[in-house]
């Protein structure tokens, strides 16, 4: 039987969305594998993940944005790391059902 109420409020649900939209994308998921233990630049992610470095600025400028990801300069450089600890956990469980 389905009852009237929900879990969570709309906006959780939207903010939900959001997170869902960021991770729906196999290179911003590789992307995430590769920050989720050390921080990493754009040039190593491009190079690894053989896609542009515009290509890979834009995946990281969506996880940043929805707090997926921090990033911090270091001269001329930035470094990218997961910074949500859940991600870890995402990446456990679709890893077994798959």
């Known amino acids: 039987m389905v009852t009237n109420k929900l879990s969570y409020t709309p906006k959780v649900y939207e903010q939900m969305a959001e997170l869902f939209k960021a991770i729906a994308n196999s290179k911003r998921l590789e992307i995430l594998s590769m920050t989720m233990n050390f921080e990493v630049t754009v040039n190593e992610l491009s190079k690894v993940l053989k896609v542009r ?38 990446f456990e469980v679709t890893g077994k059902s798959t």
């Open 53 to 90: 470095k515009s290509n890979t600025s834009q995946h990281l400028k969506i996880l940043r944005l929805t707090g997926l990801v921090k990033s911090r300069r270091q001269g001329k450089n930035i470094f990218y790391k997961v910074t949500n600890p859940q991600i870890k956990s995402i």
